[in-house]
Every structure is written in structure tokens, then in C-alpha cells.
């Protein structure tokens, strides 16, 4: 089980917004503003896409973008393409002792 | 160009050694932290370690402390993941990945990816 609970699996048409929640703890997501987001194509490695809650590194589209309210953070995107179908996953600053803490990841499905 | 280059594919027995690898090039290699990034099948992302590639600080996520060994070797860029009795419960896919700008909370770079099969 993760530490970080996010729903299985998201769907949206294409050029619809969709959002992803990322649900912790005061012990992590709710105590640090240190959230990232990573996008994972089947067999692929993860990519940063989102760090510092709403930060995207250099060459992220702007249609994706993080908020954190409580103890949820959520990943929106944005005129939903073909290709951002993909795992998510999110992770969390969780202390000096147990580093980062990731959820189980989200499939998002473009119908 | 910023590359981690993992070492490839391992298929084991139960209760046999493993020592992986991560080259880094493209970057100044002392100045970050490298994970290693545990994903099990169909599962999510979980942080076994991290350690400094400067001075070697080695640091273990509670649920894999005593169970690996992550070490580096400065003089060829190099981070390695070892197990010394490797389980089945061993099989998964295992990532490296360099820690952002410095630090070890986000992950901008990673490896390809090593995939274990632990099996008798």
C-alpha cells in the first residue's frame, strides 16, 4: 500500500481538462510544500513534470499544473492530448527519515 | 548531455547476490544525490535510498534499511544498488535517478531502468 493515495485510473476526451488527486498526511503532503508530479509512458522511465507543487521544469507544456489544498494535492491537465495518456505519480517530502513518498500512481485513459 | 545508463537485465535465484549499476555522464557528478527507485509490477513508485555522490552519505527509506546496499564509486560516475540474498519478492523494476538541482526531494533525470526476476 502507498503512502500517497491517488485513484486508479482517470479518463477524459480530447481537449477536456481532468484533474488528479494526491491524498497524504499532515506528516507530508499536508507539512511540506515540497510536491512533485511524474508522468510515466508504458515501459518507460518517469519524468518530472511538476516540482515545488505548481513548478514545471524547463519543456513541460503549460497545460499541466499543480495545486496542493490540505492534506491533497491534485495534478490538472489541460486540453487533454492523445499523448499525455500515461501513468502519474505523485510524491512527497515526507521528512529527514523516510526522504519521499510516492502514491500508486494514476493511468489516465484518452478516450 | 545529462545520461544515467543502467546496467541491463538480471535473472536470479532466490538467496543469490546482485550488485547493479548507474553510469552518470554529462554533468558534474559529485555536486547531487542519486535514488534508487524500487516499481514493482503494476505498482507505484517507491524511494529505497539515496546517497551523495561527494561524500558517499548513504541514506535508506525505513522499509528497505538492512535489506540493500547502495554505494558509489566517484572514479567512473558510478552508483550501484546491491542485494547479498536476493527473494522473490525482490522482483521489480529499479530505477536510478539524480536528485534536482542539488537536492534529493524531485528527480530530474533517470535511468532507463533494470528489471529483476528473481525466480527458482
Known amino acids: 500500500q502507498s503512502a500517497l493515495t491517488q485513484p486508479a485510473s482517470v479518463s477524459g476526451s480530447p481537449g477536456q481538462s481532468i484533474t488528479i488527486s494526491c491524498t497524504g498526511s499532515?506528516?507530508?503532503?499536508?507539512?511540506?510544500?515540497?510536491i512533485s508530479w511524474y508522468q510515466q509512458h508504458p515501459g518507460k522511465a518517469p519524468r518530472l513534470i511538476i516540482y515545488?507543487?505548481?513548478e514545471r521544469p524547463s519543456g513541460v507544456s503549460d497545460r499541466f499544473s499543480g495545486s496542493k489544498s490540505g492534506n491533497t494535492a491534485s495534478l490538472t491537465i489541460s486540453g487533454l492530448q492523445a499523448e499525455d495518456e500515461a501513468d502519474y505519480h505523485c510524491?512527497?517530502?515526507?521528512?529527514?527519515?523516510?526522504?519521499?513518498?510516492f502514491g500508486g500512481g494514476t493511468k489516465v485513459t484518452v478516450l | 548531455e545529462v545520461q544515467l545508463v543502467q546496467s541491463g537485465a538480471e535473472v536470479k535465484k532466490p538467496g543469490e547476490s546482485l550488485k547493479i549499476s548507474c553510469k552518470s555522464s554529462?554533468?558534474?557528478?559529485?555536486?547531487?544525490?542519486v535514488a534508487w527507485v524500487r516499481q514493482m509490477p503494476g505498482k507505484g513508485l517507491e524511494c529505497m535510498g539515496i546517497?551523495?555522490?561527494?561524500?558517499?552519505?548513504?541514506r535508506y527509506s525505513p522499509s528497505f534499511q538492512g535489506q540493500v546496499i547502495i554505494s558509489v564509486d566517484k572514479s567512473i560516475s558510478t552508483a550501484y544498488l546491491q542485494w547479498r540474498s536476493l527473494r522473490a519478492s525482490d522482483s521489480a523494476m529499479y530505477y536510478c535517478?539524480?536528485?534536482?538541482?542539488?537536492?534529493?526531494?524531485?528527480?530530474?533525470?533517470w535511468g532507463q531502468g533494470t528489471l529483476v526476476t528473481v525466480s527458482s
Open positions: 535517478a539524480r536528485g534536482y538541482d542539488g537536492g534529493y526531494q524531485y528527480f530530474d533525470y
Open positions: 554529462g554533468y558534474s557528478f559529485s555536486n547531487y544525490w
Open positions: 546517497i551523495y555522490l561527494r561524500d558517499s552519505d548513504t
Open positions: 499532515s506528516a507530508d503532503v499536508g507539512h511540506y510544500d515540497i
Open positions: 515545488g507543487v505548481n
Open positions: 510524491c512527497s517530502y515526507s521528512g529527514v527519515r523516510t526522504y519521499v513518498v
